[in-house]
């Protein structure tokens, strides 16, 4: 069965406006509600005096109507008694500036007063909903870190000395670790180390690059703590949480670890012409994250979203093709934020399932029609989608990668996981999102952006996934620094020196703007000069020196860029690494734009065709989607 619904806010509306919903919901095929995220205020509406009757109503409601419940812990906005009462549950700005409540996501994560609200009201959900028969699942919060990162109050500075202190041992270890020789940074006692506030110019990059994966590390816990109370009272019930896209905000391998169901929140701006190309990213991004297991889509827009400053509704069949998407790349449930329109509050512009127009509307007509869709579509779930190309993703590199002081301020890894994503997106190459210490066996092509933190680890994995006939793709500034961002010194790239056959003597970044003719056309962003050693140069820049090389390694090739192509040579030059290595198009002879995707179950096989383009292709109408199930 394919999960169908959305997030469900009961208490905006009265009473006589439940008993509707639940009519709705059910003719609209709606099986799940994503329920009480933004609750807490409503059901502790003084600290300890709770109210959970007009909830009890509402859960019964939704059972006697066969719609199940991914229970939210309420915790993402605290009420503002917590606030008001604890002062120091609210975060902290890097500036030193507490945020106030009055929005939501205000809370720090290691603040003991918000620890103890947040447990104590989640003690009580499971104790009383831990066995309820509409219960399907739990929903830990909301977007961790999505609005507030990260908090630099003392609080916080004394939690991230604990973790400095597990990371590095002892202040020698910390010092050595942050090289606090440079600019006479030396810490003498444990005390005097800091979130890295609002400082007088380039702040010390190991430092904020610990507090990054400390800050994640610090929500984690938080989620963590949560978890285990509702492990505690309902051991058989998957928990999950919905990530934000895909941000740098949180660690997501470190968060999908503790997660039994990955999930995420997806809003391509219906304005933008490559929207549906940055979903499939995300897509690619969550199945990866525990191993091509279905995931659930527990978030996106019917239609327009409220906080884009320019918000373009969806087009008639977008939604229909976003959820189809979603479902080709891995996802075994569709859910929208928000069943209902919301009347007032920050978000009533936001579109709806069901929009303020009420349910005789063509919004919700197509939610009705793809209701039944999917209802259809059953035996998709559980499926895994077929992939033999892999590109490398990871947290602390990206951290890394945009940290100030660097010979580019341009290099941004969303954007450079782009520029590798896309091309291979227009071959119709699936691809699955992975780790630089994955074992990369299976894959046919393996493509690294920017991987400019590497650890020892991970560079002895893609020579052993090359030397054992893998082909690769590393593009420039990879392989500069270990895990501490200090120097792997002997030549760029030190560590993938060997494998890549060659030295890069000098980088030689491109003024915003500029461009560099090479033989592949003109190039922006990046130029370098590379010393040959055993590599072969595939395309070269005017002067004559390698742009891209290729170099045999034991069974397999790793390629390299040293500059950016344009969009169209950079799909060409993938096109032409894909066919070395044996990478394949999950439909071959597909016209750019209809992407396809298979999933693969026990005898069968599902081939989802989406044509995102205004022509229509063979079985595929425009802007439409088709799904071929075959039982060989
Ligand atoms: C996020 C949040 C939701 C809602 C939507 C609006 O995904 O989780 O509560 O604010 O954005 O797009
Ligand atoms: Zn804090």
């Known amino acids: ?324 998407q979603a479902v080709a790349r891995g996802a075994d449930t569709v859910m929208f934020f928000q069943w209902r329109a919301s009347r007032g509050g920050a978000e009533k512009f936001h579109s709806g399932m069901v929009p303020h127009a009420g349910p005789d509307h063509p919004l919700h007509r197509s939610i009705r029609e793809l209701g039944r869709e999917l209802a259809e579509l059953g035996d998709v779930a559980g499926t895994r989608v077929q992939a033999d190309t892999a590109i490398v993703l990871d947290w602390r590199n990206w951290w890394a990668l945009e940290q100030e002081s660097h010979p580019s301020d341009q290099i941004r890894m969303m954007g450079r996981l782009r520029d590798h994503y896309d091309p291979l997106w227009k071959l119709g190459i699936t691809t699955d999102v992975v780790r630089p210490t994955t074992d990369l066996s299976k894959y046919r092509l393996v493509v690294v952006p920017n991987l400019y933190l590497i650890s020892g680890e991970a560079a002895r994995n893609l020579a052993s996934y090359v030397d054992s006939g893998g082909h690769l793709v590393v593009s420039f500034f990879s392989g500069i620094v270990d895990e501490r961002d200090q120097i792997w010194m002997g030549g760029y790239p030190a560590p993938l020196r060997d494998l890549l056959g060659l030295t890069v003597l000098e980088f030689d970044p491109l003024l915003p703007g500029a461009s560099t003719a090479t033989s592949l056309g003109e190039a922006t962003l990046w130029s370098e000069h590379i010393q040959l050693e055993g590599a072969t140069a595939m395309e070269t820049f005017a002067n004559g020196e390698p742009a891209v090389t290729r170099h045999a390694f034991g069974k397999g090739a790793a390629w390299y860029l040293a500059t950016r192509p344009a969009p169209d040579a950079m799909t060409g030059l993938m096109g032409r690494i894909a066919r070395e290595a044996g990478a394949t198009p999950a439909v071959p002879g597909l016209p750019e734009g209809v992407e396809a995707v298979v999933r693969v179950g026990d005898d069968v096989r599902h081939v989802f065709l989406i044509n995102h383009t205004d022509q229509a292709f063979d079985e595929v109408p425009a802007r439409g989607v088709t799904v071929r199930t075959e039982r060989p």
């Open 1 to 324: 069965m394919i999960r169908y619904g959305g997030d469900y806010n009961p208490e905006q509306w009265p009473r006589a406006v439940w008993a509707e919903d639940a009519k709705l919901m059910r003719e609209a095929g709606v099986n799940l509600v994503t329920l009480g995220i933004f609750a807490w205020a409503q059901v502790e509406p003084a600290p300890g005096e709770y109210d959970f009757g007009w909830f009890d109503d509402v859960m019964n409601l939704l059972h006697d109507h066969d719609v199940d419940v991914c229970l939210a812990t309420m915790t993402a906005s605290p009420p503002p008694w917590l606030g008001h009462r604890h002062p120091d549950s609210l975060p902290v700005a890097a500036d030193g500036q507490r945020l106030s409540y009055g929005s939501r996501c205000h809370l720090c994560p290691s603040s003991p007063a918000y620890r103890e609200a947040s447990l104590g009201l989640v003690t009580r959900l499971a104790e009383r909903y831990g066995a309820h028969p509409a219960l399907h699942s739990w929903h830990i919060g909301n977007e961790w870190g999505c609005q507030v990162p990260a908090c630099y109050c003392d609080l916080c500075a004394a939690a991230f000395r604990r973790w400095l202190s597990d990371r590095h041992g002892d202040l020698d270890g910390l010092n050595e670790a942050w090289t606090t020789t440079f600019w006479s940074q030396r810490y003498s006692s444990w005390e005097e180390i800091l979130p890295p506030r609002r400082t007088t110019g380039i702040p010390n990059p190991a430092h904020t690059l610990d507090f990054a994966e400390f800050s994640s590390d610090a929500l984690l816990a938080c989620y963590r703590a949560e978890t285990e109370v509702v492990r505690r009272a309902a051991p058989e019930i998957p928990v999950t949480t919905n990530l934000c896209n895909v941000m740098p905000n949180t660690d997501l391998p470190a968060w999908a670890a503790e997660m039994d169901v990955v999930s995420g929140d997806c809003y391509p701006n219906p304005g933008s012409p490559d929207g549906h190309l940055e979903s499939a990213l995300y897509f690619d991004v969550w199945r990866g994250l525990k191993d091509g297991q279905p995931w659930w889509l527990l978030e996106q827009a019917p239609s327009a979203v409220n906080w884009m400053g320019t918000n373009p509704a969806k087009q008639p069949g977008r939604m229909r093709r976003d959820s189809l």
